[in-house]
T-cell receptor
Framework: DAGVTQSPTHLIKTRGQQVTLRCSPKSGHDTVSWYQQALGQGPQFIFQYYEEEERQRGNFPDRFSGHQFPNYSSELNVNALLLGDSALYLC?????????????FGPGTRLTVL | AQKITQTQPGMFVQEKEAVTLDCTYDTSDQSYGLFWYKQPSSGEMIFLIYQGSYDEQNATEGRYSLNFQKARKSANLVISASQLGDSAMYFCAMRTGGFKTIFGAGTRLFVKA
């Protein structure tokens, strides 16, 4: 049973560029959430996708956008990268409606913006 | 506003001893869930334990137990018989309606041999 997978593992970009991160949820899960974790801080919720729609969103600018595909996998897109976007980006999955259960996290994508 | 507070940036514990990591939370919701995660240096978030707001008994999972005091809005994690492999960052988190999860700033635990 494959867990949550994310790609790429590491990424280096320059300011102003655009980046796309990818996530495949755990088998049987249909809801994907994205988190940003800056160095030395706790993860911050970016948004959540279910049925290919954004269901909840945290306090992030419109430069952060996402997509969910029919197979439940998801992408996180960040436009006009800033130095402050350097962080570990975590994807988590769960079954919609089972919110009392644990969500499973992927290993993360470490983004460095130069 | 919903908030998680972890006031211990770093903690030291001797191997085989117990340690308590503090967590307080703030929410006006009646129904919520509290979680603890471990994050080793590799970065992956590992689920440890869950406590629902309506659960009357404290949750336990092996060496982990959650000391839930609802009136005080605290959800401290107790790790018994610490092991060297317990050295990591520990995050307290809260989930209310939907799946938005709020995390605290974390506590770095160092286990000494």
């Amino acid at each position: 049973d494959a867990g949550v997978t994310q790609s790429p593992t590491h990424l280096i970009k320059t300011r102003g560029q655009q980046v796309t991160l990818r996530c495949s949820p755990k088998s049987g899960h249909d809801t994907v959430s994205w988190y940003q974790q800056a160095l030395g801080q706790g993860p911050q919720f970016i948004f959540q996708y279910y049925e290919e729609e954004e269901r909840q969103r945290g306090n992030f600018p419109d430069r952060f956008s996402g997509h969910q595909f029919p197979n439940y996998s998801s992408e996180l897109n960040v436009n006009a990268l800033l130095l402050g976007d350097s962080a570990l980006y975590l994807c988590a999955s769960i079954v919609w409606g089972s919110w009392a259960n644990e969500q499973f996290f992927g290993p993360g994508t470490r983004l460095t913006v130069l | 506003a919903q908030k998680i507070t972890q006031t211990q940036p770093g903690m030291f514990v001797q191997e085989k001893e117990a340690v308590t990591l503090d967590c307080t939370y703030d929410t006006s919701d009646q129904s919520y869930g509290l979680f603890w995660y471990k994050q080793p240096s590799s970065g992956e978030m590992i689920f440890l334990i869950y406590q629902g707001s309506y659960d009357e008994q404290n949750a336990t999972e092996g060496r982990y137990s959650l000391n839930f005091q609802k009136a005080r809005k605290s959800a401290n994690l107790v790790i018994s018989a610490s092991q060297l492999g317990d050295s990591a960052m520990y995050f307290c988190a809260m989930r209310t309606g939907g799946f938005k999860t709020i995390f605290g700033a974390g506590t770095r635990l160092f286990v000494k041999a």
